[in-house]
């Protein structure tokens, strides 16, 4: 009898740890996923915030849509952008912001937007972005911004306007351009890249020096094959004085601006 009481109590504590580890696992679960959904909001929002802060620097163009992925940090997430002109005031838009997600096992799959779901959508009104005018937003002088459009004139197919800069234009930019951009504009405001450089993060710094530093190679070796050709040419013609090669032209760029458009990613 002792023994059948004890075994009785033996499986009703067993049954009982047994719905205790249940619940528990079970609460454990439903904590995990409510981490894991909380962490996904906060992410889409901070997502989101990113891409109104570019829209309001100028750095997106308005367009009527605008599709594309966050990059190799973010693979799993993309945007779309949807731009309304205001009924009443042309100068405001209806902005729809969706920020998309679908997991990928692999980030060389390309991003379904069809596919993707849309895990946070935000309404908003923002005022369509205006170039940067440096002799009106900066107090720069007329004669130096004369000087900063002479220096700056080569690099895009029509140029960089001081009085009318959009930062889009910059992001369309190369390395290579941004470099050959970044000094007249420091000079322009009493800087120079030492100073640009103080305040980088360390993994952009290295890449603009390693860049830099390509650059000066680049240049030092065609230094010195058209000095080779002058000199010989030199030799050849007995006249002592040898002619330097005539300077390779820059790769240019489009203009870029308010009014272009760009391709939508799909």
Do not use: C
């Amino acid at each position: 009898m002792k023994r059948a009481f004890l075994l009785m109590e033996v499986v009703i504590a067993v049954s009982i740890l047994v719905v205790g580890m249940a619940f528990i696992g079970m609460q454990v679960q439903n904590s995990s996923r409510a981490a894991a959904r909380a962490e996904r909001t906060m992410r889409t929002l901070l997502l989101a915030e990113s891409k109104f802060a570019e829209f309001d620097s100028g750095l997106i163009i308005p367009e009527d849509e605008i599709e594309e992925e966050f990059g190799p940090l973010f693979p799993d997430y993309g945007w779309r952008l949807l731009i309304e002109p205001h009924p009443t005031t042309l100068d405001l838009n209806q902005i729809t912001l969706q920020i998309l997600y679908q997991p990928r096992q692999d980030i060389s799959e390309q991003f379904d937007f069809d596919e993707a779901q849309v895990v946070h959508r935000l309404y908003t009104l923002r005022v369509t972005p205006q170039p940067i005018d440096l002799t009106r937003d900066f107090g720069m002088d007329e004669e130096q911004a004369d000087d900063l459009a002479e220096q700056l004139g080569g690099v895009t197919e029509g140029g960089l306007d001081p009085r009318a800069l959009s930062p889009a234009i910059f992001a369309e930019l190369s390395l290579e351009e941004l470099l050959e951009v970044a000094p007249p504009l420091l000079e322009a405001f009493g800087m120079s890249i030492g100073d640009l450089m103080n305040v980088l993060p360390e993994e952009l710094r290295q890449a603009l020096e390693e860049a830099q530093a390509e650059s000066e190679d680049s240049e030092g070796e065609g230094a010195s094959d058209s000095a080779s050709g002058s000199a010989g040419e030199s030799t050849e013609s007995g006249t002592g004085g040898g002619r330097t090669s005539p300077r390779t032209p820059r790769r240019r760029r489009g203009p870029v601006g308010p009014t272009s458009s760009s391709s939508t990613a799909k």
